[in-house]
């Protein structure tokens, strides 16, 4: 007997039989069919034949092993790209056009200091106790390290003048992290997570995207989701590679990266607001975990400032 003749002879039958993941049942016709799950357990349609969610991206079967492994080399160049990129350096920096390839950021980079300080706190040396002192002792101050303040702050803005070594700065932090990712370095990094992803967006170019957004004709809920999407979107746009996206997008849908947005003194004075916007959005649908945004100092002000965020400023070389 045909599973149709089946079907129209016993209709309990077919209306018990239930789909398992990457399959759909079908008895009789779609508007009295069970269309069950995907491959994230999500149900697609119900017995009436209406769609009740298509928000998430689902899969039909799970990976193959040629695709994991398309995936994984596609993870694994765009670190490199990104890690060669932030190590870059413009001929400019190196002596002009005879300047010697070989240098790069991670061979000359210096570490920062913060304008801030810190107490040095120390036991009583042995002779100090002989003479009375005992216990902790303060040795002065010394300079909070900008890594220091990465480490112990999540959401962090960056100040500093022309030249003060921001941009610098967080093109080596991304460059470590990647090659923590590539395994070439060995030990995490200080305070960071050791899966999280680098990336990098330099905010001149993200505000021609955010300054097309016509936001007054939508609601909130989905004001934030168009500002989200445009970084996103931006983002996806900067990668071209098809077979790493889907691994990106799961990231930032577990918040799994550090996520660096460079240069808010470059993005016009009128769109700086929606910079903050956009961020705060992205904050609430993807819980980024860790954020850093740069800015010269005399441009974090009013609608440019970020809630919620820890700001330092970058000291001076000659301090």
């Given at each position: 007997m045909e599973l149709e003749e089946m079907f129209e002879q016993d209709h309990s039958f077919a209306q018990s039989i239930q789909a398992g993941d990457y399959s759909i049942v079908v008895g009789r016709d779609v508007k009295d069919s069970n269309i069950l799950h995907n491959s994230n357990n999500n149900l697609i349609a119900n017995n009436g034949g209406q769609i009740t969610q298509i928000t998430n991206h689902y899969t039909n079967a799970p990976q193959s092993d040629v695709e994991k492994e398309k995936a994984q080399n596609a993870f694994?160049?765009?670190?490199?790209?990104?890690?060669?990129?932030?190590?870059?350096?413009?001929?400019?920096?190196?002596?002009?056009?005879?300047?010697?390839?070989?240098?790069?950021?991670?061979k000359i980079y210096i570490d920062l200091d913060t304008t801030q300080s810190k107490e040095i706190l120390e036991e009583a040396s042995e002779k100090e106790r002989k003479g009375g002192i005992s216990g902790i002792i303060s040795?002065?101050?010394?300079?909070?390290?900008?890594?220091d303040v990465t480490a112990e702050n999540k959401k962090l803005v960056l100040l500093g003048d022309a030249g003060a070594g921001k941009s610098t700065f967080v093109k080596e932090l991304l460059a470590l992290q990647a090659a923590v990712l590539l395994g070439e370095i060995k030990e995490p990094l200080t305070g960071i997570d050791p899966d999280l992803i680098p990336v990098l967006i330099v905010l001149r170019d993200l505000s021609p995207k955010l300054a097309g957004l016509n936001l007054g004709v939508l609601s909130t809920e989905n004001q934030k989701q168009a500002l989200s999407d445009a970084i996103l979107e931006k983002i996806r746009e900067e990668i071209k590679a098809a077979e790493f996206i889907p691994v990106l997008e799961k990231a930032f849908e577990n918040g799994k990266v550090l996520l660096v947005l460079d240069g808010l003194d470059e993005v016009p004075q009128t769109l700086r607001g929606r910079v903050r916007q956009a961020v705060g959005a992205l904050i609430q649908l993807h819980k980024i975990e860790r954020l850093i945004i740069t800015s010269r100092s005399r441009s974090y002000t009013g609608q440019a400032v970020f809630p919620n965020f820890q700001n330092y400023t970058i000291a001076p070389f000659d301090k």
């Open positions: 694994r160049s765009y670190l490199e790209k990104l890690r060669r990129h932030c190590n870059a350096l413009p001929l400019a920096a190196l002596g002009g056009d005879d300047a010697d390839e070989d240098i790069t950021l991670d040795r002065g101050e010394t300079p909070i390290s900008v890594m």
